[in-house]
């Protein structure tokens, strides 16, 4: 029964959406991966927003937050910022849901450009998404292994991936994360001009925003004055200080491909004569592999970071120095292997709930330093 409603309500949010884009036409940038999709999205957004491009883009308006799945995507087209919480707030949302839909249709001013994220947590999500809103530009970051409990191969997960890339007409454009191996290969599926960008991480993000801001003809100032400032995610390798601590804060969720980056930038980023330190949690949805990755991830920490703390039954397969089996008992005892200077990456699959560590180090530095 709760099956047989969830496909009510999906169906009748994709109706009234269809209506508005067969109305109002706008043209559609979609973006996927399984690293960085929401910072790209941002970037894009920043890019496509800046006051210089409106006379060439028109309105624009992105997804907000996770408005990425069969749920989340119609209401984003729709002009909702997030997904209702709770039987009532769903009821009064589907309630007013023909009114917006209708008021868009005949009267509201509706953005000339939409950026949207495509989430993928299972084979066909791309499929169904692309059949409520087919692209007109296609933004790929790097894939790997994530949610292997449903794809069980990275070879899957391209796959479905690559359904966005082959929704693009022969007039729209595909961009591909170059450095990616299953990213790059998406290109023999693309029937539109394809475009290879190099980089990772935030600088991944900027490079395939500045290629949809050639898109809409746009001067490569502009592209680069919008993103001057833009800088990750909350969440999402945010760095912050804590005292004298210096605090990679990512954790929003994590996958292999995720942690393996987030762990070079700790690397890369830190002074030599600082120590760098990883609190790393477990990654989840990775299936029957879980424990092979998990020991592929502790490989590269330990060669990177000088010290190593896992958190969660899986990361005992870290082999870190110190392990803690909830992020809670991590935040307990953590500030006692830390020394003042430290640079420390906090990263973790968001059932872990890394974050509860990021605040006690906030909080232990106040109570111990005012």
Not at 12 to 40: D, Q
Request: proline letters at 5%; aromatic letters at 8%; glycine letters at 10%.
């Amino acid at each position: 029964m709760k099956d047989f409603f969830k496909k009510l309500v999906i169906s009748y949010l994709f109706f009234w959406a269809r209506i508005v884009l067969a109305e109002r036409r706008p043209r559609v940038v979609g973006v996927t991966g399984s690293v960085g999709k929401t910072t790209t999205k941002e970037a894009i957004a920043a890019v496509l927003t800046h006051p210089k491009a409106f006379p060439k883009v028109g309105l624009v308006s992105k997804a907000s937050g996770n408005l990425n799945t069969e749920f989340g995507l119609p209401l984003a087209i729709l002009g909702y910022v997030k997904a209702p919480t709770g039987l009532l707030s769903w009821l009064g949302l589907l309630a007013i849901v023909p009114l917006r839909a209708l008021g868009f249709v005949t009267v509201a001013d509706y953005p000339n450009v939409l950026v949207l994220e495509y989430a993928a947590d299972q084979p066909g999500d791309i499929t169904r998404l692309v059949g409520l809103a087919i692209p007109t530009i296609a933004c790929v970051t790097a894939i790997g292994p994530a949610h292997l409990e449903r794809f069980e191969t990275i070879g899957r997960v391209g796959e479905e991936k690559g359904q966005l890339v082959r929704a693009v007409s022969p007039r729209g454009l595909v961009i591909l994360a170059k450095d990616n191996q299953k990213t790059a290969a998406l290109k023999r599926l693309s029937r539109a001009k394809t475009v290879l960008v190099a980089g990772r991480g935030v600088e991944l993000s900027k490079g395939i925003a500045q290629a949809v801001g050639s898109f809409f003809q746009l001067p490569k100032s502009v592209s680069s004055e919008a993103l001057k400032h833009f800088v990750s995610l909350h969440g999402r390798l945010e760095t912050i200080r804590v005292g004298t601590f210096t605090v990679f804060d990512d954790t929003y969720n994590a996958n292999p491909l995720s942690m393996e980056l987030a762990l070079d930038t700790l690397a890369e980023t830190t002074p030599k004569k600082r120590r760098r330190v990883a609190i790393l949690g477990e990654m989840l949805e990775l299936g029957t592999a879980g424990p092979d990755y998990h020991r592929k991830v502790g490989k590269i920490a330990r060669a990177q970071a000088d010290l190593v703390i896992g958190v969660g039954e899986l990361a005992r397969n870290y082999a870190g120095e110190h392990w803690f089996p909830t992020s809670t008992a991590t935040a307990d005892e953590i500030l006692q292997f830390l020394k003042p200077h430290d640079f420390i990456l906090v990263k973790g699959s968001r059932g872990v709930m890394m974050e509860k560590v990021v605040e006690a180090l906030r909080q232990g530095w106040k109570e111990t330093h005012g």
